[in-house]
């Protein structure tokens, strides 16, 4: 293996810069050429492909988003793209690919591995964490820490006007990221996709504790459970306070990424390249009780994430 290429995909998540830069430096340190593809699997169709030094990973590891910038691409969906893409691939003598991204972009790392042999490595970068098999995506203590930051002010607010806030958060079909910021600020109330939620019964619990003197109400909820509005529709009148609604939306994606993440992701990005190195293809990195581990692409795939119910019940518990 003498050439290898980076490439970031799908939604952006904080620390991807990380991972660009863990990659082209151990790259270069292996003596390989490190390439980084721009705009993901889109930017590979086109061959927008460029060698990468290690000065140019420079100052990154800092920046929100990916200096290499994304894309969900619609054509590497299908055979032709996949087929085009390799061909790009392969004109640039690239004998090793990395993918950071979710699961879409993961699924498509492997699909590719499959139909063209092309060596490929996975880091799970997203703020979902809705990968198996590893314990955390890169981006997702950020997202986290963000997203506890802005339910803390308006808890202040809401504090203050005697009110209840309905915080929606992102997700996917995952409950994660509301879960465990509902749980680490102490919401009243927690809405996921993988519970079902009983209105009825829940505004009865917040109207209670309405009227035993608690002056605000925070509920989170998961963009896959119900948007803000239809709970804010479900509770209207119900619990006693008046209501306002906050869609959190992208700034979950942004900013400065975490120690944790940098961490991560620059230990992810490294084994990345001892992965193509060493033979172990098909492969995503995983954080696995501390340490990184190489997990087969196919087993994350068929693996899908599920919600700690262990956690859900601390939420209620602790609420
Ligand atoms: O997968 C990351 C994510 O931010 C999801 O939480 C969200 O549903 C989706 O991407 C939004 O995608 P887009 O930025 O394409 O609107």
């Not at 699909?111 to 063209?116: K, M, S, V």
């Not at 917040?206 to 896959?224: F, S, T």
């Not at 992965?275 to 340490?291: I, R, S, W």
Request: aromatic share 4%.
């Amino acid at each position: 293996m003498k050439r290898i290429a980076v490439l970031t995909s799908g939604g952006d998540s904080p620390g991807m810069n990380a991972a660009i830069r863990a990659v082209v430096r151990v790259g270069v340190r292996k003596g390989l050429e490190v390439f980084g593809v721009e705009r993901g699997f889109c930017g590979l169709i086109e061959g927008r492909i460029k060698k990468m030094s290690f000065n140019d990973v420079a100052g990154i590891m800092e920046k929100g988003g990916t200096i290499l910038r994304s894309s969900r691409c619609e054509e590497f969906r299908t055979t032709e793209g996949r087929k085009k893409a390799a061909v790009k691939l392969r004109e640039h003598n690239i004998d090793g690919l990395v993918v950071i991204g979710g699961e879409g972009s993961l699924t498509g790392a492997l699909i590719l591995y499959e139909e063209h042999t092309i060596p490929v490595v996975g880091i799970p970068g997203t703020i979902d964490n809705d990968i198996g098999m590893t314990d955390m995506c890169v981006g997702v203590d950020t997202c986290l820490n963000t997203v506890v930051d802005a339910i803390q002010k308006l808890k202040d607010t809401a504090s203050s006007h005697e009110r209840a806030f309905i915080v929606e958060t992102m997700g996917r079909e995952s409950g994660y990221i509301a879960l465990v910021s509902g749980l680490t600020t102490g919401a009243e109330a927690v809405i996921v996709p993988e519970v079902p939620v009983n209105y009825d019964t829940l505004s009865s619990r917040l109207l209670e504790e309405r009227k035993r003197g608690k002056i605000n109400c925070i509920i989170v909820v998961a963009e896959g459970a119900a948007s803000a509005y239809e709970v804010a529709r479900s509770l209207e009148n119900r619990i006693g306070y008046d209501t306002r609604i906050t869609i959190l939306g992208h700034v979950q994606r942004g900013g400065s990424p975490t120690a944790f993440d940098r961490l991560l992701a620059s230990r992810m990005g490294a084994q990345a390249v001892h992965a193509l190195l060493n033979g172990d293809h098909c492969t995503m990195m995983a954080l696995e009780l501390g340490k990184i581990v190489h997990v087969p692409l196919k087993k994350v795939i068929e693996n899908k994430k599920t919600l700690d119910m262990s956690l859900y019940n601390l939420a209620y518990q602790l609420s």
